[in-house]
């Protein structure tokens, strides 16, 4: 399987980069699976619904995020009911959205995607990303 992990796509000329390169990568390097980080995709803040969009057209089939995630209030609007859009699982109990998800491969293989963030210099209220990950891993049905 040729996956593809792509971070950290800035602003409107890393938005122009992936969106006008990818398409010939996944086609060029027959790529499986592709996983963009969009936190810092509106202007290094955040990211959009619009650009979370162009981004999945461009060919990505997850996008991640961190600590920007909530830059852009319409993150806490379309966060929810975006399979294919992560927040940090290890984010407080009761934080919108998802932090993980199950997903189909073009090769036709399931990949467990899990979004963990760390914590040092960053948000010592998140939950200890090594026992997340061990979380994600037992919960995963693969």
Same mark, same amino acid.
């Given at each position: 399987?040729r996956?593809?992990? @792509?971070?950290d796509m800035?602003g ?5 980069a ?6 010939? =990568?996944? !086609? ?7 996983? *963009?980080?969009?936190?810092?995709? +509106?202007?290094?803040?955040?990211i ?13 089939d ?11 209030r319409?993150?806490? *609007?379309?966060a929810? #009911?975006?399979?294919?859009? @992560? #927040?940090?699982s ?9 932090? !993980?998800?199950?997903?189909? +491969? #073009?090769?036709? /293989?399931?990949? =467990? ?5 760390? #914590? ?11 026992? /997340? ?7 995963c049905p @693969?």
């Open positions: 399987m996956l593809f992990f @792509l971070g800035v409107k000329t890393g938005r122009t992936v969106w006008e390169q990818l398409p010939g =990568l996944i !086609s060029d390097f027959k790529l499986d699976f592709v996983i *963009v980080n969009g936190e810092n995709a +509106a202007g290094g803040f955040g959009t619904e619009e650009i979370f969009r162009e981004t999945l057209a461009a060919g990505a997850v996008v991640t995020t961190g600590n920007h995630v909530w830059d852009q319409d993150a806490l *609007v379309f929810p #009911r975006e399979e294919r859009f @992560l #927040r940090p290890n984010f407080p109990k009761g934080t919108p959205g998802r932090g !993980s998800g199950v997903y189909i +491969a #073009r090769n036709g /293989a399931r990949v =467990l995607v899990a979004n963990i963030m760390g #914590r040092v210099f960053m948000h010592p209220e998140l939950d200890d990303p090594f026992q /997340a990950g061990e979380r994600e891993l037992a919960a @693969l």
